[in-house]
């Protein structure tokens, strides 16, 4: 496997469900995001995680938990969604230096398509 | 926070033909990065190209480049003789240089069509 991944895919929930998300990445990166991608919306930044330490919370539902247990994954835990919860969940990750988060690229994965019934 | 601004939600261009699409943003740093990223229909998201703010060279990147206009607050993406793969969403992003700078504000994207 190269770059990042995510599994699964393409993923339906009930409102009452519990299920999480997976995102692994293969680049040797130490910061790692969640992206919300919603239609006709810009992406949203949800977390980032930089050395596996949360570092951002963008006024995220409770409903949504992130966890990063080392370095090169995070998961999306999900619980109690509402249908407009529904959107594809990007995750990315990028080498931040002593110079600046600012300054690497992210690179996403492919997505996990999420619809809460 | 900074926002990004791309005006043109779809555009459409013949193969091996030039088109340009436009991001505009809104700042008060001087130091940033500004991104094209290019969504095809499977959804990944790829990097186009990237270009430093205190950088005044327009990046350029095979086929694609830009015109970075720093006082203007522009930054366009030309892709230089279209190809059908070339057809996706594509996304302006800012990120600042700052240490604080982790997100990535995009902008709402510019669906491109490339006709044969």
């Known amino acids: 496997e190269t770059g990042v991944t995510q599994t699964p895919r393409h993923l339906v929930m009930g409102m009452t469900n519990k299920k999480s998300l997976k995102c692994e990445q293969h680049l040797g990166h130490n910061a790692m995001y969640w992206y919300k991608q919603s239609a006709k919306k810009p992406l949203e930044l949800m977390f980032v995680y930089s050395l596996e330490e949360r570092v951002e919370n963008n006024s995220v539902p409770s409903r949504f938990s992130p966890e990063c247990p080392n370095s090169s994954h995070l998961f999306l835990h999900l619980h109690t969604l509402q249908p407009e919860d529904s959107a594809l969940y990007l995750c990315?990750?990028?080498?931040?230096?002593?110079?600046?988060?600012?300054?690497?690229?992210?690179?996403f994965g492919p997505g996990t398509r999420l619809l809460v019934l | 926070a900074q926002t990004v601004t791309q005006s043109q939600p779809e555009m459409s261009v013949q193969e091996a033909e030039t088109v340009t699409l436009s991001c505009t943003y809104d700042t008060s740093e001087s130091d940033y990065y500004l991104f094209w990223y290019k969504q095809p229909p499977s959804r990944q998201m790829i990097l186009v190209i990237r270009?430093?703010?205190?950088?005044?060279q327009n990046a350029t990147e095979n086929r694609f480049s830009v015109n970075f206009q720093k006082a203007a607050k522009s930054f366009s993406l030309k892709i230089s003789d279209s190809q059908l793969g070339d057809a996706a969403m594509y996304f302006c992003a800012y990120r600042s240089a700052s240490n604080s700078g982790y997100a990535l504000n995009f902008g709402k994207g510019t669906s491109l069509l490339v006709t044969p």
């Open positions: 270009q430093e703010a205190y950088k005044q």
């Open positions: 990315a990750s990028s080498q931040d230096s002593s110079g600046g988060a600012g300054q690497e690229t992210q690179y």
